[in-house]
């Protein structure tokens, strides 16, 4: 169920989108600046006249790449002015059961290559790079403090 917009409707009713549609976006989709990006070039514009354009700003554009999830409805404005499906603005998603096959599977990989380390640890370290630095070094900091035992 791919998200369509017309190039002569720049804002999309809400009718015309089914909820269901709404309802799978707004659960498993991130989006993809690269993607926006890389639309952007083949159409010779940038992102910040298609912003405009679409009339989303650039800050609901730069917090929406940084959620986990989308609200669909600026990514239908964008998906407007650029004449593509809301799908070809997103990133793919990964479902845990791949991600684990694929963690398990890299986890295989470098414990052949390198027979020397634990196993455990290496699915622990990869899964670690999954998170961003500054959790990961809030994590640290927070396990790190010394502990008042009076």
Same mark, same amino acid.
Request: proline share 3%.
């Given at each position: 169920?791919?998200?369509? &917009?017309? +190039?002569?409707? %720049?804002?999309? +009713?809400?009718? *015309?989108? *089914? ?19 890389? /639309? ?16 989303? +700003? %650039?800050? &609901?554009?730069?917090?929406? &790449? ?5 609200? @669909?409805?600026?990514?239908? %404005? ?5 004449? $593509?499906? $809301? +799908?070809?603005?997103?990133? *793919? ?23 020397? $380390?634990?196993? *455990?640890?290496?699915?622990?370290? /990869? ?5 961003? @630095?500054?959790?990961? /070094? %809030? ?12």
């Amino acid at each position: 169920m791919a998200l369509t &917009a017309s +190039s002569t409707e %720049r804002n999309p +009713s809400r009718k *015309d989108i *089914d909820k269901c549609t709404i309802l799978w976006y707004i659960l498993f989709v991130r989006l993809s600046l690269s993607k926006v990006e890389s /639309l952007c070039r083949e159409r010779n514009t940038c992102t910040s006249r298609v912003l405009r354009e679409a009339g989303v +700003s %650039r800050n &609901a554009y730069y917090n929406l &790449a940084r959620k986990s999830v989308v609200v @669909p409805h600026s990514l239908i %404005r964008v998906a407007a002015r650029l004449n $593509v499906s $809301v +799908s070809a603005l997103l990133d *793919d998603i990964v479902t845990p059961t791949e991600r684990i096959e694929t963690l398990i599977a890299e986890t295989d990989r470098i414990s052949r290559r390198h027979r020397e $380390v634990d196993r *455990d640890n290496v699915r622990h370290t /990869l899964l670690l790079l999954d998170d961003k @630095p500054v959790e990961r /070094l %809030r994590r640290a900091l927070r396990r790190g403090r010394p502990v008042n035992l009076r």
